[in-house]
């Protein structure tokens, strides 16, 4: 007896909470997983290294980290160093917005799905529990799969490349008991905008204050290590 | 007596000669144009030296190139040194097609374009006399249109970012002829997939055939140097 083969996903993976739970998603439903993360200048840099940990933990086929210097280009807080990440609550869309990312990420999954020949492209995010980037919302999305459908050699030969956001909707507990069930490690993944080199997070950034109060509303232990224990 | 500002415009520049002639057609329209050229691991690596000399001698206010590793996902004839450059015509998609390279590029240049308040993208895509690639038609360009007005803070907050590809209809010989009354030197700019380090083109690949037949049809003389003078 043979099995049918498996559907090839190509997995955007940050380093972050939303993303390990979309790749144990992914996983969960039998997808063949390639993990991407870009390595675009951001201060976090130790988010690459969770990317990796988490990619292996979660068994993925392969894990790919590609670089684009988006730093050359500037613009935001987690790129530009004379830019402060910032420790309050701000109206309107953040410093920490990286022009483009989201479509820069998803055109670089784009073409390693086509290389690939993957008919899926899965990426973490979530319009619920965020901090307000455009790239982030279901029309985001929805604009993304129409490009795919016409930018690509499958497109144009009939086939397609499906966009999944499959955390869209979630609230951030709602992904983190999500992830529990399917036993992801949140300890080995990384949300703060400046964690350090040894991957503590600062615990007052906008990404720490999101990820500390889903644990508690989730109910879960929440495992990162913050230098500053209290929200300020 | 003051004068209005100038519209700021990004223009894709990747050393050929479509884009150096959609620099040319922003700087006569008056735009402030900030030159933009992605080093994604192409095998024709003198294209940008290229884009320098062209972003110059055609007044551009800035020069920036990016560096994306696409070589690392491999996938097409530009980049995989394993893949070799065809030099005979060829039906369907070409192997010469980097899977996803118009999508990243705009993706990129989305995002300088919104640290720049740059109001314009400017791409030197054709579907007149072009390769056949599924990134270089109308369509194309439309779907990225929505894409951007979506995906950028410019777009939510009531502004948007233009994409303007204005030789989209163009001859090969409608383009030169239109470059040479600018005064483009195209002996400044590269075509050929697989140049070699002094610039000089192979002469049989498709670009060059493409190139070379413009040339003849517009009645211009083609200032290429050619390894291969004939067309075999």
Not at 70 to 90: M, N, Q, Y
Not at 143 to 153: D, E, G, P, V, W
Request: aromatic residues 6%; proline residues 4%; glycine residues 10%.
């Amino acid at each position: 007896m043979t099995h049918p083969p498996k559907t090839r996903a190509v997995v955007l993976l940050s380093g972050g909470l939303d993303s390990a739970t979309a790749l144990a998603l992914a996983r969960e439903s039998g997808r063949e997983c390639y993990a991407l993360s870009v390595a675009y200048g951001q201060r976090h840099q130790f988010e690459l290294n969770a990317a990796q940990a988490v990619a292996q933990a979660l068994g993925a086929r392969e894990h790919r980290v590609i670089l684009i210097d988006l730093a050359s280009i500037g613009g935001s807080a987690l790129t530009d160093r004379s830019i402060d990440v910032p420790t309050e609550a701000t109206t309107g869309i953040p410093v920490t917005y990286v022009p483009a990312r989201n479509t820069i990420m998803l055109s670089v999954a784009l073409g390693w799905a086509e290389v690939l020949k993957a008919t899926e492209i899965h990426i973490g995010v979530n319009a619920v529990d965020y901090s307000g980037y455009p790239d982030c919302r279901p029309e985001f999305i929805a604009a993304f799969q129409n490009l795919a459908r016409i930018a690509t050699k499958a497109g144009v030969e009939g086939g397609a490349i499906s966009i999944r956001a499959p955390l869209i909707d979630l609230s951030k507990a709602d992904i983190i008991r999500a992830g529990v069930r399917l036993g992801v490690d949140y300890g080995l993944t990384v949300s703060c905008y400046q964690a350090d080199s040894l991957g503590r997070a600062c615990g007052r950034c906008d990404s720490c204050r999101i990820r500390r109060e889903g644990f508690a509303a989730a109910g879960v232990a929440d495992p990162t290590t913050y230098v500053h224990k209290k929200i300020v």
